[in-house]
């Protein structure tokens, strides 16, 4: 039982000391694209992702309708906003003439995400979790990432 117990500690551990790991390699700065916000706006949430030198967001398919798949958004429900759209990189220039192979690595180390959220209520907090994945492109070491985040 004890040994279980070990075991069990040392794999949340090590989980835990991954997402810690991988937050310092991409930096992330949420934002509304317009201020003075109020019940009844749409508005466009920015994410801009800015990565280590060598690193690049893992890919493992890339599609220009819905996005990299590989990078999950989760929007905390709370009753004052409301998803319109879903999260998508601002990457369609520089992809739309790559290969499938090409886009999994040809992604920037500095990558814009454009969303468009309603706002339900004049008191409103915009927020939530995104997690994914960092390869070393010399290396090829795998990292996961998590990051709390509050749209400012």
């Known amino acids: 039982m004890r040994q279980l117990l070990i075991i069990a500690i040392l794999a949340l551990y090590s989980q835990v000391g991954i997402a810690q790991e991988g ?19 749409k508005v466009s949430i920015i994410c801009n992702a800015s990565i280590a030198k060598d690193w690049k967001l893992f890919v493992s398919d890339y599609d220009l309708s819905v996005g990299i798949k590989s990078i999950d958004f989760e929007f905390a429900e709370n009753g004052t906003f409301g998803m319109i759209k879903p999260v998508i990189p601002i990457l369609e220039e520089t992809l739309s003439e790559c290969s499938q ?19 339900e209520e004049n008191s409103f907090e915009v927020s939530g979790t995104v997690r994914g ?5 010399k290396t090829g070491q795998y990292i996961e990432f998590q990051k709390k985040f509050v749209v400012q």
Request: charged residues 35%; proline residues 2%.
């Open 23 to 41: 937050d310092h390699l991409i930096k992330w700065n949420f934002k509304f694209e317009k201020k003075n916000l109020k019940a009844g706006d």
């Open 101 to 119: 192979f090409e886009r999994t690595q040809n992604i920037p180390e500095k990558i814009t995400f454009r969303s468009v959220a309603r706002i």
């Open 133 to 137: 994945k960092l390869f070393h492109e």
